[in-house]
């Protein structure tokens, strides 16, 4: 998952970022309202951790402008602010979730598994696609019931494009949620990614369409 | 000075003014009653000689010869009557009216049995008063022809007259006194029953609650003691709430640092994680001693003015406590002061001194770049001591120079762990000390100059 990150504290920060790119997810990290109001418009994230105490712009107001924007993008906001009354006041502004510090990196992890779940409209964490089953939780793969072992990015990618079945997503869509904005990347990366996957699954899972990216269509 | 209840002063001043007022009431009423009694009886005594001359006059000339005087007796009963009811002889108030009538010699013709055997008074016309018997007469004479006459009354009349109309005046105002005590205690009471349910609220009160007290009534005069005791409590709470807070994110900081090291993949990782983890340790200590030195610059101080601070000591002590930070950092600190030799005091306390000290010592070390040099200066003045600690650091934009003495404020996007507390401690400890600080630059469009001036000790003679 690619996720977006705006917190200004460089310790807890930073020990996110671990947290996230361990579990596999691509995080691009911010540390001022304004910069990751930017971020959220201009790129296209899965999730967003949104600190609520920022320089420059109030974590609110950059949820707020977001939204008002016509973002969609599934917002976790996070926040020393613990009133009921100081929750209420995110979820209005256009939260999705509200997780309070300190917090458990598990819980963390589990409520952005929620939130895509949510915006998939599934009760479950697990896409099925075929005779293909991934589950994120577990980070595992099943095809025909066997187990499949795949590495983090081809992991990442499978879920990724199943995730948007039947949407084509273009090459910078996915090469940014492999890599993010930093990471350094061949120009071939992806392909060699998506070669692996249709060897280790089957050739059709993955479809190219030419000139613009890949797109998994959705099962006969 | 003693403090009485202030429903015993108001009901005491009450009373006072209200006996005041009444006896007043009463002697006028008095007074006035008395002076019409005494013009209508002296208009009757005058009537009464009137028609008695008139009765002797019909007669003609009064018998001559006559021996005896005529005595004109009054009914047996009306002698020896003692109640004030009138009878259908007459009045027991008669044995007080009396009169007699002269000759023009004055030999007596003729009295009431009421009047003495010697004259009344001398033969001159007109009022006059006279004592007999041992009591007080008011006597009126007039000449008619040959005759002399003396109308008189007794002043225990009048004064019974007088007496009652006083009485009358006074009574009801001595009945409506306790139905107004009465009625002034409860309105008292009333009146006073927000202040006793604030004393109840407070002494209701569980320790360490700081819900702000709500009176059902709070009239005007009692507003500004619940006011500030709630701005009181909200202070206290926002302190409280604010450092839960704060603590907040370096405790998440500590936790997911941990987390990450108890299920990293390798030895490398676990290094990592644990390292930022200490990191977020000893900030989240940093931020609780600040508090704890907020706290402490917050409470209560002794009188000041009796305690003398050497201010080369305070900041001798303050220097020693930052000299790790000093040497980790590798920066210098140059020290000026003037006079040179000589000590300089103020009226202070030390341990709070060196506090603030260092906290301004603190400012310069973390926000300075590592290497540079940081300027203290201590000044003695006419008025005054300085105490101004300049550092290399980026400066504070003047817009903040009012914010950053807030509790918690850091200027958004600075880099370092500051608790956002250090200026706050400055600023309470240097308004307990009639010190003011000021924010300014160390160099033209550079650093940070922070200036505390308190006023000097002024030499007694």
């Known amino acids: 998952m690619r996720i977006l990150l705006v917190e200004d504290d460089e310790l807890l920060g930073s020990g996110i970022v671990d947290t996230l790119s361990r579990a596999g997810h691509v995080v691009e990290w911010l540390k001022g309202g304004p ?78 598994r929620a939130l895509q779940r949510r915006l998939r409209g599934s009760a479950s964490n697990v896409l099925e696609h075929g005779a293909l089953r991934l589950d994120p939780a577990a980070g595992s793969v099943l095809h025909e019931g066997r187990p499949v072992v795949l590495q983090r990015r081809e992991f990442t990618l499978l879920h990724r494009l199943l995730s948007s079945a039947g949407q084509v997503l273009t090459r910078a869509q996915l090469e940014e949620s492999l890599y993010g904005w930093d990471g350094n990347v061949e120009s071939n990366a992806l392909d060699v990614h998506v070669h692996n996957l249709r060897k280790k699954l089957y050739p059709g899972v993955i479809r190219t369409v030419r000139g613009v990216g890949y797109v998994a269509d959705p099962p006969p | 000075m003693r403090t009485y209840s202030i429903q015993a002063q108001l009901l005491a001043g009450t009373v006072a003014l209200l006996l005041a ?72 108030y008669e044995t007080r009216i009396a009169f007699q009538v002269r000759d023009a010699r004055g030999g007596l013709l003729m009295r009431s049995s009421s009047a003495p055997q010697a004259p009344y008074a001398p033969l001159e016309v007109g009022f006059s008063n006279q004592r007999f018997d041992g009591r007080s007469w008011r006597v009126f004479t007039l000449r008619s022809g040959e005759l002399w006459i003396h109308a008189a009354d007794s002043d225990a009349v009048r004064n019974e007259l007088s007496g009652k109309i006083a009485r009358a005046t006074v009574a009801p105002l001595m009945v409506g006194i306790p139905l107004l005590l009465l009625l002034l205690g409860l309105l008292t009471r009333y009146g006073l029953a927000p202040l006793a349910e604030l004393a109840r609220q407070i002494a209701r009160r569980e320790p360490g609650t700081l819900a702000p007290i709500e009176l059902a009534r709070t009239p005007p005069e009692v507003a500004p003691l619940v006011e500030s005791l709630n701005g009181l409590l909200e202070r206290e709470r926002r302190f409280t709430a604010d450092a839960a807070h704060e603590l907040r994110t370096p405790l998440a900081a500590i936790k997911i640092h941990a987390q990450n090291a108890a299920r990293a993949s390798g030895e490398a990782q676990r290094d990592a994680s644990l390292g930022r983890m200490l990191a977020a340790v000893e900030r989240s200590s940093r931020l609780a001693a600040q508090m704890l030195a907020f706290r402490r610059a917050t409470a209560p101080h002794g009188h000041l003015a009796a305690q003398r601070a050497s201010m080369r000591q305070v900041l001798e002590d303050a220097l020693e406590e930052v000299s790790p930070a000093l040497k980790e950092r590798a920066q210098k600190i140059a020290v000026t002061t003037a006079p040179a030799e000589d000590d300089i005091f103020i009226h202070g306390e030390h341990e709070k001194l060196v506090s603030l000290a260092r906290n301004l010592l ?38 903040l120079r009012n914010r950053v003495f807030e509790g918690y404020y850091r200027i958004p996007g600075t880099a370092g762990e500051g608790s956002g507390l250090g200026l706050a401690i400055v600023r309470e400890i240097a308004g307990q000390h009639g010190a003011h600080v000021d924010i300014g630059e160390a160099r033209p469009g550079r650093g940070t100059r922070i200036t505390v001036t308190f006023p000097a000790i002024v030499p007694s003679r």
């Open chain 1, 35 to 112: 910069l990751g109001l930017a971020a959220l418009q201009g790129s296209e994230f899965e999730a967003v951790i949104l600190d609520l105490g920022l320089p420059g712009m109030d974590g609110l107001d950059v949820l707020r402008r977001a939204r008002a924007a016509g973002n969609k993008t599934p917002v976790l906001v996070l926040s020393a602010r613990d009133a009921p009354g100081q929750r209420v006041a995110g979820l209005d502004a256009g939260a999705d979730d509200y997780l309070v510090k300190p917090f458990d990196v598990d819980e963390l992890i589990a409520r952005l």
């Open chain 2, 362 to 399: 603190d400012n310069a070390i973390r926000y300075a770049p590592a290497g540079s040099a940081i300027e203290v200066s201590l000044h003695l003045q006419p008025r005054t001591v300085v105490l101004s600690v300049a550092d290399d650091g980026p400066g504070i934009p003047p817009e």
């Open chain 2, 21 to 92: 007022v009444l006896g007043a009431a009463a002697w006028l009423g008095f007074d006035a009653g008395q002076d019409e009694a005494e013009e209508l009886f002296d208009a009757r005594l005058a009537t009464s000689a009137r028609v008695l001359a008139a009765l002797l006059g019909m007669d003609g000339k009064v018998r001559e010869g006559l021996t005896d005087p005529v005595i004109v007796a009054l009914p047996a009963p009306l002698e020896t009557a003692v109640h004030d009811a009138a009878t259908p002889l007459g009045h027991h």
